[in-house]
T-cell receptor, first 114, second 107 residues
Framework: DAGITQSPRYKITETGRQVTLMCHQT?????MFWYRQDLGHGLRLIYY???????DKGEVPDGYVVSRSKTENFPLTLESATRSQTSVYFC?????????????FGPGTRLTVL | DAKTTQPPSMDCAEGRAANLPCNHS???????VYWYRQIHSQGPQYIIH???NNETNEMASLIITEDRKSSTLILPHATLRDTAVYYC????????FGQGTELSVKP
């Protein structure tokens, strides 16, 4: 199916474990983004990528690692999960740029770190 | 460093127009006004954006004042499925989501 998908949709893990959240888009959009959403903070940008092998930090990158070996995939890894990383994570993509373009969001991954 | 101000909540009767206001008095000349919405437990959804002219698409209309210091998103015939949080975003760098307006469409 065309669009942007995220997996898993729900994940429970323990403190200190490594977790990878997957994001896949079928539009061949150049830009991809990772956000987290917490009560009281709205959506905050974690990392973004302008193209394959090009990534950059957003507002809250600490504790996260990203990679973009293929245009369509943009995985987000928590190398050693902490309770403060319990959140809902959204992936998005856009055709042109970070500032003046329309972003299309995935359905989200709800992550709980115990 | 919020660039926009929106009322925290609004109600609208089903079938009536929903008019959601947004103040962005510090907007710069090259910044666009974007509107997104987020239905409960879903990812944000793009609605519309504009620079200075009014815009309309199949979902909504965007009215931007001449001085660009405020705008209004209009949902012409609100339905129960339009119940969501609506975000007004001034974009000249990255999309920064504030708290938005929680719109409740009631039967």
């Amino acid at each position: 199916d065309a669009g942007i998908t995220q997996s898993p949709r729900y994940k429970i893990t323990e403190t200190g474990r490594q977790v990878t959240l997957m994001c896949h888009q079928t539009w061949s959009h150049s830009y991809m983004f990772w956000y987290r959403q917490d009560l009281g903070h709205g959506l905050r940008l974690i990392y973004y990528s302008a193209a394959a092998d090009i990534t950059d930090k957003g507002e809250v990158p600490d504790g996260y690692v990203v990679s973009r070996s293929k245009t369509e995939n943009f995985p987000l890894t928590l190398e050693s999960a902490t309770r403060s990383q319990t959140s809902v994570y959204f992936c998005a993509s856009s055709e042109v740029g970070v500032s003046t373009d329309t972003q299309y969001f995935g359905p989200g991954t709800r992550l709980t770190v115990l | 460093d919020a660039k926009t101000t929106q009322p925290p909540s609004m109600d609208c009767a089903e079938g009536r127009a929903a008019n959601l206001p947004c103040n962005h008095s510090t907007i710069s000349g090259n910044e666009y006004v974007y509107w997104y919405r987020q239905i409960h437990s879903q990812g944000p959804q793009y609605i519309i954006h504009g620079l200075k002219n009014n815009e309309t698409n199949e979902m909504a209309s965007l009215i931007i004042t001449e001085d660009r210091k405020s705008s209004t998103l209009i949902l012409p015939h609100a339905t129960l499925r339009d119940t969501a949080v609506y975000y007004c975003i001034v974009s000249g760098g990255k999309l920064i989501f504030g708290q938005g307006t929680e719109l409740s469409v009631k039967p």
